[in-house]
């Protein structure tokens, strides 16, 4: 089904650092004909947010500013891409969104939830996104892929917060079926992209 045969929806990206979120959107996003772009950094404002976030000098952020700062990203890029192309008729795919923010600073770091969920919907003028595709990769494929990169501030963060966040993930997929979708990430790249397609296919979305 083509974007112009139904209302235009804003697509999702979500799961752990190495998953495999930005190859999948991106096949996604050429599949549908739809805006691709990402969180944090879709726009030059985010951009400069997003060398501050990821620096790994930066060490001494404080959980509640970093929080902020993915907010203050979210913001922009909502009012500047995201909110655009929607009412120009467009297909939106992201890597990341506001379920980010709940996932790594709300379960992560430990903040309180409702606060960061609050913080998030005040940033997004309370739109969120309507399709969230939780890519579930096994952690040894993850640990195997971070093997083979630099690491940034967030991928080096250790093995405790990186399995809060899963858990956050998994636990907001459980909450809220009519908007989550999980994939196992396990096979080939074309493997997964159908497997994603089939799903979204019931949706009435491919």
């Known amino acids: 089904m083509s974007g112009g045969e139904r209302s235009p929806v804003y ?96 379960y992560g770091r430990q903040l309180d939830i409702d606060h960061v969920r609050q913080l998030n919907e005040w940033a997004t003028r309370g739109r969120w996104p309507d399709v969230v595709v939780l890519l579930d990769t096994p952690p040894e494929a993850i640990a195997e892929r971070m093997s083979r990169r630099t690491l940034d501030r967030f991928e080096a963060a250790g093995r405790e917060f990186h399995d809060r966040v899963i858990a956050g993930f998994r636990a907001m997929a459980l909450e809220d079926p009519q908007r989550w979708i999980t994939v196992a990430a396990v096979g080939s790249v074309e493997q997964v992209a159908d497997g994603i397609a089939d799903e979204l296919g019931r949706r009435g979305i491919v």
């Open 11 to 106: 697509i999702a990206f979500e799961g752990a650092e190495g998953c495999g979120k930005s190859t999948q959107a991106r096949r996604l996003a050429e599949r549908i004909g739809a805006v691709l772009t990402r969180e944090t950094g879709g726009t030059a404002v985010g951009s400069r947010l997003r060398e501050i976030l990821h620096d790994t000098e930066v060490a001494d952020l404080d959980a509640r500013a970093e929080a902020l700062m993915t907010a203050a990203d979210r913001a922009q890029h909502l009012a500047e891409v995201v909110v655009p192309a929607l009412e120009a008729g467009r297909d939106v795919v992201s890597d990341r969104s506001a379920f980010s923010s709940i996932a790594y600073q709300g």
